[in-house]
Structure formats: C-alpha cells, structure tokens
C-alpha cells in the first residue's frame, strides 16, 4: 500500500510513522508542506501522492483557544475532511481520521455508543463533530476513530504536565467529575496498523465504513489519572517533589476554562473489538510504557 500520512509530527502522527512503516511506503507530512486550512494545499498534496490509504492524524486540538479562533479550528476540524474525502473519493483512496470524545455532551449515565446523538459543548468539540459528517457525506470509504484523553512521550500532554508540575510542586489540585479512558498514541497508531493489515486479506464488505470508538480499556478521572502519573513515576526513580496523595481532587466549577468539557467522556468500543476482532488494553499499560520511554530520557 501507498500511505499519505497528514500529521506526521503530532502525538498520533509520531506513533504512526513507526506503526504504518511495515505496511508499505508511507508519504508523510505536516505544516507548512500540508496546510489543512488551505484547499488547494490538501488537493495539490493528494494529487501528488496518489495513496491507496490518506490517514489524517492532524487537527486543531487547542481545545480553549478554539472559543476565540472558531474559523481557523472549523477550516482544520470541519471543511479539512471535506476536502480530504472528495480528493479520496476520486483517486479510490481509502481515509482514516480521528475525533473525539468531545463531540458528546457528557450527560449520559454510560459509555457511549457510535449511534448515540452528538452535543458538543464547545468548538473544538461541535468542529470535530460537523468534520466527522463532513467525511462521510464525501462518500469516501473511511474509518473515523473517536478517541479520549490522548497522551504520549512525545509532544506536549497531560502526562507530561503532571510530570513537570510534580517535581516543582508540592501540591496541585485536579479535577476529579470528569471520568474517560485515557488512551496512548501508540495504541492509537498499533490499532491503526492492525486495521490496515486486515484490509490486504479480508473482505472490505466486512469492515464497513463510519465511526468507531477506540479508547484503552478501564476508566478513571483526571485526578485519578495525575496520581496514577505520579505514582508510576516515583516507581521509575523521576525525581518528584509531589507525592500523589498530595493532589487535591475538586470539581470542574472550581476550574474554570473557556470552553466546557463533557463529565463523561467514556466511549464503548464494543464495534471495534467485534469488527477487527481486537482486545484492548487497560490504559494503565499505555501509562506504564510511556512512563518507561520517559524515565530512559531522563
């Protein structure tokens, strides 16, 4: 297979240069050879690369600045995937995308579900959401991955904000009502791979297109999440004022941000197990793996 990969230096991009490699020649690229706020850049990228498989690992993910920059996180989020689908639908490509836990409200009582009613709260949320609609109405063969709470060795996240504030800090306060999976960038991208093996030798009829939910297994809040950090980074010897016993659980009204998130951000991934034939992991193993690239760093 010919794979253009959009995104190559982000989080999810960093995992999928590793992870794609064994399928065949990977084409990829990021900012400023691949515009996604450009038409013509995403036309003129695609037309050149003639792939059998685009997989977009780029968005605008700046989930607050998008309140105050709402066109630019709608070119990216939104109109990007337009584009993307009707390049592919032309050449035959195949595309994968990834979105988010943020395109629900959170009110839900369990996880959700593919079929459930989108109600994003805020724009980058309700952009990814109208991106999502936008593939699909390309009529491109596609993939859409929703995923949640996205973290890596590489690249800026929560883990290693954690990191950094623990061995600065003695307390910190994070906050604890709002529950989902946190999911590493290389399951993202081993998942990815997976799916893309299985195209070469089953029936596409089999694995048809649209959205399916991808998160690591288990559940746990922000909180839970910053001392499970903490924890696994006092076991690898990190040098770390913060003890995790020491961070404050509070509610989100005592966190005030631009834009709203949902309480619950739980995704079921029945679909995708079912349709790949795939387990997926407790997201305590995607920590601990990061966690071990990040101690040899240091």
């Not at 070469?200 to 809040?221: F, I, K, N």
């Amino acid at each position: 297979m010919r794979l253009l990969l959009i995104g190559r230096n982000g989080q999810v991009g960093f995992e999928l240069r590793r992870a794609l490699a064994p399928l065949g020649e990977v084409v990829a690229v990021d900012f400023p050879e691949c515009n996604l706020a450009s038409t013509d850049s995403i036309r003129q990228m695609i037309d050149t690369a003639r792939p059998d498989v685009i997989i977009n690992a780029a968005a605008y993910t700046a989930v607050d600045k998008a309140e105050a920059e709402p066109a630019l996180a709608r070119a990216i989020n939104a109109e990007a995937p337009a584009v993307i689908g009707a390049a592919a639908k032309m050449i035959g490509a195949r595309v994968i995308h990834y979105s988010t836990d943020y395109v629900y409200d959170g009110d839900k009582a369990t996880a959700y579900r593919e079929d459930d009613a989108t109600a994003p709260l805020c724009v980058y949320g309700a952009t990814k959401r109208d991106g999502d609609a936008a593939l699909a109405a390309s009529g491109a063969a596609h993939f859409v991955f929703r995923t949640s709470w996205v973290f890596s060795a590489h690249g800026a996240n929560f883990v290693k904000t954690v990191l950094r504030l623990g061995a600065e800090r003695d307390t910190l306060s994070v906050v604890a009502d709002q529950i989902g999976a946190p999911t590493s960038a290389a399951l993202l991208a081993d998942v990815t791979a997976q799916v893309l093996g299985q195209l070469r030798w089953r029936d596409a009829g089999a694995m048809p297109s649209g959205v399916y939910h991808l998160t690591a297994g288990g559940e746990t809040s922000w909180h839970g999440f910053a001392q499970a950090i903490l924890a696994g980074g006092v076991s690898r010897g990190l040098t770390l004022r913060l003890a995790p016993d020491a961070v404050r659980a509070i509610a989100t009204s005592e966190y005030p941000l631009p834009a709203r998130r949902p309480a619950n951000s739980r995704l079921d991934t029945g679909k995708l197990q079912r349709t790949f034939g795939l387990v997926l992991p407790h997201w305590q193993a995607g920590l601990d793996h990061v966690l071990d690239q990040i101690s040899k760093k240091s």
